[in-house]
T-cell receptor
Framework: ETGVTQSPTHLIKTRGQQVTLRCSSQ?????VSWYQQALGQGPQFIFQ???????GRGNFPPRFSGLQFPNYSSELNVNALELDDSALYLC?????????????FGPGTRLLVL | AQSVTQLDSHVSVSEGTPVLLRCNYS??????LFWYVQHPNKGLQLLLK??????LVKGINGFEAEFKKSETSFHLTKPSAHMSDAAEYFC?????????????FGTGTRLTVIP
């Protein structure tokens, strides 16, 4: 167990809708990252939040957005859902200090867009 | 830019025989490299990591990997496969250029262990 939880475990939405996925990090972890894992692929970095501000972003459009809260929880929001957004969404947390690069992953939320 | 290439999409071994999962990396900077394992319907678990210390890295469950700069490789090995090792394995490089330490994953190698 990594101490990182995600909710819900599964979700079905239709094209054009909006979705919010939630992550609870390990206590004390000030950095959270979100990844998208399409079927049969490796996870791809979406963005990272450090102390409640976005400080890194992968090749994802602005309709992917996030929030990080002081209580070590965070959200991934996706607007105007597209069929290709169907994937496993993973969050990972870590303590951003020198040498502390290990990221701890949650079990993921599987999103299906119809 | 950082990237990793996993040379085999699928590896099949018999129980009790050695495991070799191959990974080559590309990095403009001194990389941090990781191997993660993903069992069905479970989260990613860190097996081991290299962060510029000893080039031979030992991880959990008997796995180890050797960082070879001259070959830009970071292959994962285990002397004797167990049935419980069957899973998807990802070689990962950390983006240290921006300081954000974002992870770049390979496409994965599915390990099958034959009884």
């Amino acid at each position: 167990e990594t101490g990182v939880t995600q909710s819900p475990t599964h979700l079905i939405k239709t094209r054009g809708q909006q979705v919010t996925l939630r992550c609870s990090s390990q206590s004390g972890h000030n950095t959270v990252s979100w990844y998208q894992q399409a079927l049969g692929q490796g996870p791809q970095f979406i963005f990272q939040y450090y102390r409640e501000e976005e400080n890194g972003r992968g090749n994802f459009p602005p309709r992917f957005s996030g929030l990080q809260f002081p209580n070590y929880s965070s959200e991934l929001n996706v607007n105007a859902l597209e069929l290709d957004d169907s994937a496993l969404y993973l969050c990972a947390s870590r303590w951003a200090a020198s040498g502390q690069e290990t990221q701890y992953f949650g079990p993921g939320t599987r999103l299906l867009v119809l | 830019a950082q990237s990793v290439t996993q040379l085999d999409s699928h590896v099949s071994v018999s129980e009790g025989t050695p495991v070799l999962l191959r990974c080559n990396y590309s990095s403009s900077y001194s990389p941090s490299l990781f191997w993660y394992v993903q069992h069905p319907n479970k989260g990613l678990q860190l097996l081991l990591k290299y962060t510029s210390a000893a080039t031979l890295v030992k991880g959990i469950n008997g796995f180890e990997a050797e960082f070879k700069k001259s070959e830009t490789s970071f292959h994962l090995t285990k002397p004797s496969a167990h049935m419980s090792d069957a899973a998807e394995y990802f070689c990962v490089v950390s983006d240290r250029q921006t300081g954000a330490n974002n992870l770049f994953f390979g496409t994965g190698t599915r390990l099958t262990v034959i009884p």
